[in-house]
């Protein structure tokens, strides 16, 4: 799996988008773009993915670059209960396959009142 | 989706001794994960557990230290084996469903002294 860089950690102000971002310029062309978020006590929760293009749910926004060297993750509308560790995970596999995910130290996001 | 539930929640156990920790989820799955969470580090994988077939471990992790079981498609499985305070860390389980992201359980604290 290629290898994610992310920033230690990040402050937003409630109500305002946060924007988290990933790079992972080793990734290849099957590799998809995960991203994972783990609330203080509680296991990891799957957020978004995406190959080449931006995707969309109804937590996130996910940007991913032309050259798919890196991303960014769009929280539209922070809430304290985003307040979490965001990991970007990439993997060759629908939900890590036979491999499992790699986590790396990922984004400690700070939701500020 | 997946319900994941782990047994015990938490622990405190002394060393020299051993801690079977059980991941029921609510479907049945092919594949299931093991990973450990040291104080304030990211998740590292453990094993694999496919239903039938042996676990596959991961570099640094044996057997012997953390044998597994996997008697069908809805249950695993971990034991710590003669632990040290070095184990104390969080496990969690997870599984991949088939869709493109793994579910995680709550966890189990572990705490050896």
């Known amino acids: 799996d290629a290898k994610t860089t992310q920033p230690p950690s ?13 790079n ?16 203080h006590s509680q296991g990891p929760q799957y957020i978004i993915h995406g190959l080449k293009n931006n995707e969309t ?55 500020q009142p | 989706s997946a319900v994941i539930s782990q047994k015990p929640s938490r ?3 002394q060393r020299g001794t051993s801690l079977t920790i059980q991941c029921q989820v609510d479907s049945q799955v092919t594949m299931m994960f093991w990973y450990r969470q040291q104080p304030g580090q990211s998740l590292t994988l453990i094993a694999t557990a496919n239903q ?15 044998p597994i079981s996997r008697p069908n498609l809805t249950f695993s499985t971990l034991t710590v084996s003669n632990m040290s305070p070095e184990d104390s860390s969080i496990y969690l389980c997870s599984v991949e469903s088939g869709g493109a992201e793994q579910y995680f359980g709550p966890g189990t604290r572990l705490t050896v002294t």
């Open chain 2, 52 to 66: 039938g077939s042996e676990a596959t471990y991961e570099s640094g992790f044996v057997i012997d230290k953390f």
């Open chain 1, 57 to 111: 749910n109804e937590m996130a926004s996910l940007i991913i670059t032309e050259d798919r060297k890196s991303s960014t993750l769009i929280l539209p509308h922070a809430t304290l209960r985003d307040t979490a560790v965001y990991y970007c995970i990439a993997s060759p596999s629908p939900g890590g396959g036979a491999d499992g995910l790699t986590f790396g130290k990922g984004t400690h996001l700070i939701i």
């Open chain 2, 11 to 13: 622990d405190i156990c």
């Open chain 1, 10 to 22: 990040m402050d937003c102000a409630e109500g305002r988008a946060a924007n988290l971002p990933c």
């Open chain 1, 24 to 39: 992972h310029s080793t990734i290849s062309g099957n590799e998809y773009v995960y991203w994972y978020r783990q609330i």
